[in-house]
């Protein structure tokens, strides 16, 4: 039986770990690549989610309910892991690295 739990990484606090719901983490992982472009600058965190809210799975974000937690979870476990960067503008714009 996998895991029911996944550890992520915080760009902000490297070296920390934090463990979630594996299923939340993934279908969030799945709709935020599917809507960050692969070239700078991206789109604003605003414009992602509400790119995104509509990809997920109702069982597991009934009405959209912590998507934005779970989007910022995800937003810092990518770039930790060098998978999505933030163009070099403000607002906050990310953009996916070429073959994440």
Known sequence: ????????????????????DRAKYTAMREALLD???DETPGIK?????EA???????SLFPQGKTGGWWLKAVQL????????KRAPIKPVHLYKVANC
């Open 35 to 37: 809507v960050l472009p």
């Open 77 to 84: 476990d990518l770039e930790a892991k060098g998978a999505i």
């Open 1 to 20: 039986m996998p895991d029911k739990k996944i550890e992520i990484e915080n760009v902000n606090k490297p070296g920390r770990i934090e463990r979630v």
């Open 45 to 49: 965190v605003p414009q992602a989610k």
């Open 52 to 58: 995104l809210l509509p990809l997920l799975p109702r």
